[in-house]
């Protein structure tokens, strides 16, 4: 018996300490998204803005750059054609690092697969993810994706404000060094994430807005944006920042993308390595009233976002997610030189004040980022800074957004203190 229980010791000490045993048991890395576009539905012509995307792609290649916030030394990319109404054909697929313009790094350029193939069929309705390759990519590092459209394919899955330059080229470029270019567009078609393989303490940060946060108005292909610009600040802490952005994009109602609480779960808490989320919207469900935007829509009330947020908070807290709520940045005077004239009035401001003096007081979020008080005019506290005001009145430029980001109490945000 003796014998017995000394070979089952024995046994069960090998089985333990194994290889394949110590890898499941020890977890040293994982995948961390580093970059993010959020998909979008193309909308109709009876709306008051342009798609800016061709009516299709055919026998087209299209280069997106996007520049990462965490590296990491293998990679994988998320595509979607989740507002796709037909299969999305992908003919060829290709990642690399990018060079200058339409080019790629040399010697950095691998080809993408899905499930070991080079092709790949999306159904409607569903993202892809491709299989990870070995790439190293640096922090803050330019990533290249390439996709080969062989069929005739509308844009239905894009994301409208890129702030990135996309390349179009006839025929299938994916590996070519330079691409031929013949149109460039400003949004994003069919890609909307990459990820890293990277340690496993590694966290992200994830930045859930309108264009404030897409970053309207800021410079293209030079990443301004206030989320671009917090990475920067958090990177001695291994934190990815991700943009969840979508210009236009409302608390309660679709139109430039799917209403925040319908899409929480995919742009925001789904996102591999998620710690925390920044909540920076609303302006547009107040202020689309009595604009070409939304003629027949109503101003929304303080009670409703309000609840909206409560809404936000129960779901993150319930992921294990902090949550941070950022106060609603002045808008007087917003667009009055356009056909949007009209987005600013008193009752509209009012109700921008009740929400924001809601988000500073009540307690309800993890920690509170008062971009108000960061942007504002203190003459004028219902306008901006003239130094930060893009020109429009109601998107910061470049320097405005550096202070957003500048605002941000990173101890608090990730609960560090």
Same mark, same amino acid.
Request: net charge neutral; glycine share 8%.
């Given at each position: 018996?003796?014998?017995?229980?000394?070979?089952?010791?024995?046994?069960?000490?090998?089985?333990?300490?194994?290889?394949?045993?110590?890898?499941?048991?020890?977890?040293?890395?994982?995948?961390?998204?580093?970059?993010?576009?959020?998909?979008?539905?193309?909308?109709? /012509?009876?709306?008051?803005?342009?798609?800016?995307?061709?009516?299709?792609?055919?026998?087209?290649?299209?280069?997106?750059? &996007?520049?990462?916030?965490?590296?990491?030394?293998?990679?994988?990319?998320?595509?979607?054609?989740?507002?796709?109404?037909?299969?999305?054909?992908?003919?060829?697929?290709?990642?690399?690092?990018?060079?200058?313009?339409?080019?790629?790094?040399?010697?950095?350029?691998?080809?993408?697969?899905?499930?070991?193939?080079?092709?790949?069929?999306?159904?409607?309705?569903?993202?892809?993810?491709?299989?990870?390759?070995?790439?190293?990519?640096?922090?803050?590092?330019?990533?290249?994706?390439?996709?080969?459209?062989?069929?005739?394919?509308?844009?239905?899955?894009?994301?409208?404000?890129?702030?990135?330059?996309?390349?179009?080229?006839?025929?299938?470029?994916?590996?070519?060094?330079?691409?031929?270019?013949?149109?460039?567009?400003?949004?994003?078609?069919?890609?909307?994430?990459?990820?890293?393989?990277?340690?496993?303490?590694?966290?992200?940060?994830?930045?859930?807005?309108?264009?404030?946060?897409?970053?309207?108005?800021?410079?293209?292909?030079?990443?301004?944006?206030?989320?671009?610009?917090?990475?920067?600040?958090?990177?001695?802490?291994?934190?990815?920042?991700?943009?969840?952005?979508?210009?236009?994009?409302?608390?309660?109602?679709?139109?430039? /993308?799917?209403?925040?609480?319908?899409?929480?779960?995919?742009?925001?808490?789904?996102?591999? /390595?998620?710690?925390?989320?920044?909540?920076?919207? /609303?302006?547009?469900?107040?202020?689309?009233?009595?604009?070409?935007?939304?003629?027949?829509?109503?101003?929304?009330?303080?009670?409703?976002?309000?609840?909206?947020?409560?809404?936000?908070?129960?779901?993150?807290?319930?992921?294990?997610?902090?949550?941070?709520? &950022?106060?609603?940045?002045?808008?007087?005077?917003?667009?009055?030189?356009?056909?949007?004239?009209?987005?600013?009035?008193?009752?509209?401001?009012?109700?921008?004040?009740?929400?924001?003096?809601?988000?500073?007081?009540?307690?309800?979020?993890?920690?509170?980022?008062?971009?108000?008080?960061?942007?504002?005019?203190?003459?004028?506290?219902?306008?901006?800074?003239?130094?930060?005001?893009?020109?429009?009145?109601?998107?910061?430029?470049? &320097?405005?957004?550096?202070?957003?980001?500048?605002?941000?109490?990173?101890?608090?945000?990730?609960?560090?203190?």
């Amino acid at each position: 018996m003796n014998r017995i229980l000394l070979s089952l010791v024995a046994l069960l000490a090998l089985t333990t300490l194994s290889p394949a045993n110590a890898q499941h048991s020890a977890k040293t890395t994982q995948w961390t998204a580093t970059w993010t576009a959020p998909p979008q539905p193309l909308w109709d /012509g009876d709306f008051a803005l342009p798609t800016n995307v061709p009516f299709q792609f055919w026998n087209q290649t299209l280069r997106q750059n &996007a520049r990462v916030s965490v590296g990491g030394q293998r990679v994988r990319v998320r595509l979607s054609n989740e507002y796709g109404r037909t299969p999305l054909v992908i003919g060829a697929a290709h990642v690399a690092l990018s060079g200058k313009g339409a080019g790629i790094v040399a010697g950095t350029g691998r080809a993408l697969t899905f499930g070991g193939r080079t092709t790949a069929t999306i159904p409607p309705g569903a993202p892809l993810l491709s299989d990870p390759i070995d790439l190293d990519v640096p922090a803050f590092g330019d990533v290249s994706v390439s996709l080969y459209l062989p069929q005739p394919t509308p844009p239905s899955t894009f994301h409208w404000d890129a702030r990135q330059t996309t390349y179009v080229g006839a025929g299938n470029q994916t590996a070519s060094a330079t691409l031929k270019t013949d149109s460039t567009l400003t949004a994003r078609v069919f890609v909307s994430a990459v990820h890293v393989e990277t340690a496993a303490d590694v966290r992200a940060v994830v930045a859930i807005g309108d264009s404030i946060t897409d970053g309207n108005m800021a410079t293209i292909d030079a990443n301004t944006r206030w989320p671009d610009a917090l990475a920067r600040r958090l990177a001695d802490d291994r934190v990815a920042v991700l943009n969840a952005g979508i210009s236009g994009a409302r608390v309660l109602r679709d139109k430039m /993308g799917e209403n925040a609480l319908a899409r929480f779960d995919r742009d925001v808490l789904s996102q591999p /390595g998620v710690a925390a989320v920044v909540v920076l919207m /609303g302006i547009n469900d107040i202020a689309w009233h009595g604009t070409p935007l939304g003629p027949q829509e109503t101003v929304a009330s303080p009670d409703d976002l309000i609840a909206a947020y409560r809404q936000l908070i129960t779901r993150a807290h319930a992921r294990g997610v902090r949550i941070a709520g &950022a106060t609603l940045t002045p808008f007087e005077g917003a667009l009055q030189d356009t056909p949007m004239r009209g987005y600013f009035d008193d009752r509209k401001e009012r109700v921008r004040q009740t929400v924001n003096a809601w988000i500073r007081d009540s307690g309800e979020f993890d920690t509170v980022i008062d971009f108000d008080a960061a942007t504002r005019d203190p003459a004028r506290p219902t306008r901006f800074l003239p130094a930060y005001d893009s020109g429009d009145h109601l998107h910061p430029g470049d &320097a405005g957004y550096r202070a957003m980001a500048q605002a941000i109490d990173t101890a608090a945000l990730l609960g560090t203190r």
